[in-house]
């Protein structure tokens, strides 16, 4: 049976991706620091632990696994990454974990490994106007991200492919383009925009308002799970190192996104901007390189996805309400 390994699994993406490995019939190992916060895994074995333990690392990697999948990181939407106070701990935990994972596949034997990288990598200066950002993979150097979280992924691909070169690790690297849908963070600082906007949208009366950080002119694109997964296993089976983009060419302003969440919900509310961290002014996809090497473009456009999060979200929201009644009730009585 084919073995595969997810690190990050109890994360958003690594969620999601040990069920599609499931599916495909692998016997799947879990690891992360906790288990999913809004699904039972499907892992046929879940492993509790700190990857930047390089002894947790080896115990992890016992097997010869066909496949393994390094997604975990310390990260968060721009509330976490933009703020400047997590920095050290971002670049620490993380360059430590792809540090303790590429030394030990080569010893371990992996046939193949894949490195999850980051739109982030992409230099600032690239991404001045929102109406034409610069994506391509080759445009990264001259490097200049615009944050430490970026600096420490562009770090982990230059790790990784020298492994690759020097003791033949068999490496596969996507960079993610704001990858969205249901079951990921939604409210505590980490969660992406999509999710802090569905969940703004839900929270809100019919007739309010919602914030929105900066004039709400900067773009994004936005890429739903499934599209995200199918993609990545398309890499996996390919002959292609990569890196290459796995992302969304459909770019909208975060104006447009808050809109078109507002249009699903069926509310009328209005939008007020506010101070808040923000990032790069433009960001898209630039999709030529993966359709040339796997023929893949996404099959969907953003709405739909967004239909499905904003619905798994706003459930969310009443649990959360209904929660909170019921402790109310509980300490008034």
């Given at each position: 049976?084919?073995k595969?390994?997810?690190?990050?699994?109890?994360?958003f993406?690594?969620?999601?991706?040990?069920?599609?490995?499931?599916?495909?019939?692998?016997?799947?190992?879990?690891?992360?620091?906790?288990?999913?916060?809004?699904?039972v895994s499907?892992?046929?074995?879940?492993?509790?632990?700190?990857?930047?333990d390089?002894?947790?690392?080896?115990?992890?990697l016992?097997?010869?696994?066909?496949?393994?999948y390094q997604l975990?990181?310390?990260?968060?939407g721009?509330?976490?990454?933009?703020?400047?106070?997590n920095?050290?701990n971002?670049?620490?935990?993380?360059?430590?974990?792809?540090l303790?994972?590429?030394?030990?596949?080569?010893?371990?034997?992996v046939?193949k490994i894949?490195?999850?990288?980051?739109?982030?990598i992409?230099?600032?200066?690239?991404?001045?106007?929102?109406?034409?950002?610069?994506?391509?993979?080759?445009?990264?150097?001259?490097?200049?991200?615009d944050?430490?979280?970026?600096?420490?992924?562009?770090?982990?691909e230059?790790?990784?492919?020298?492994?690759?070169?020097?003791?033949?690790?068999?490496?596969?690297?996507?960079?993610?383009h704001?990858?969205?849908?249901?079951?990921?963070?939604?409210?505590g600082?980490?969660?992406?925009?999509?999710?802090?906007?569905?969940?703004?949208?839900?929270?809100?009366?019919?007739?309010?308002?919602?914030?929105?950080?900066?004039?709400?002119?900067?773009?994004?694109s936005?890429?739903?799970?499934?599209e995200?997964?199918e993609?990545?296993?398309?890499l996996?089976?390919?002959e292609?190192?990569?890196?290459?983009?796995?992302?969304?060419e459909?770019?909208?302003?975060?104006?447009?996104?808050?809109?078109?969440t507002?249009?699903?919900?069926?509310?009328?509310?209005s939008?007020?901007?506010?101070?808040?961290?923000l990032?790069?002014?433009g960001r898209?996809?630039?999709?030529?390189?993966?359709?040339?090497k796997?023929?893949?473009?996404?099959?969907?456009?953003?709405?739909?996805?967004?239909?499905?999060t904003?619905?798994w979200?706003?459930?969310?929201v009443?649990k959360?309400g209904?929660?909170?009644?019921?402790?109310?009730?509980?300490?008034?009585?």
């Amino acid at each position: 049976m084919k073995k595969a390994l997810v690190c990050g699994a109890g994360g958003f993406i690594g969620g999601h991706l040990v069920k599609r490995l499931k599916k495909e019939g692998f016997w799947v190992r879990a690891v992360d620091l906790k288990q999913n916060e809004f699904t039972v895994s499907q892992a046929d074995e879940f492993i509790i632990g700190d990857l930047t333990d390089p002894l947790l690392v080896q115990k992890v990697l016992n097997l010869r696994f066909t496949e393994v999948y390094q997604l975990a990181a310390d990260m968060g939407g721009a509330g976490y990454i933009f703020s400047g106070e997590n920095d050290a701990n971002v670049m620490h935990n993380s360059a430590t974990i792809n540090l303790n994972i590429a030394n030990q596949s080569v010893k371990a034997g992996v046939e193949k490994i894949f490195y999850s990288s980051s739109a982030c990598i992409y230099p600032a200066y690239n991404q001045l106007d929102p109406e034409n950002p610069n994506c391509a993979e080759d445009s990264v150097y001259p490097a200049a991200p615009d944050s430490d979280y970026g600096w420490e992924k562009l770090f982990s691909e230059r790790l990784f492919l020298a492994y690759h070169r020097n003791y033949d690790l068999n490496v596969r690297i996507a960079r993610f383009h704001n990858i969205f849908g249901p079951e990921g963070t939604w409210t505590g600082g980490r969660e992406k925009s999509p999710a802090a906007i569905c969940r703004k949208v839900a929270e809100a009366q019919n007739g309010g308002e919602i914030e929105i950080w900066g004039d709400g002119k900067q773009t994004r694109s936005f890429l739903y799970i499934d599209e995200c997964l199918e993609a990545v296993r398309r890499l996996m089976n390919s002959e292609f190192t990569g890196p290459v983009n796995i992302g969304s060419e459909e770019m909208v302003t975060i104006n447009e996104l808050a809109q078109m969440t507002i249009a699903l919900s069926g509310k009328k509310l209005s939008i007020r901007h506010v101070d808040g961290p923000l990032g790069v002014r433009g960001r898209r996809s630039d999709n030529r390189l993966i359709y040339e090497k796997l023929q893949w473009t996404p099959s969907a456009p953003l709405k739909t996805g967004l239909a499905d999060t904003y619905e798994w979200v706003s459930q969310q929201v009443m649990k959360a309400g209904t929660a909170e009644y019921s402790n109310t009730r509980a300490i008034a009585v």
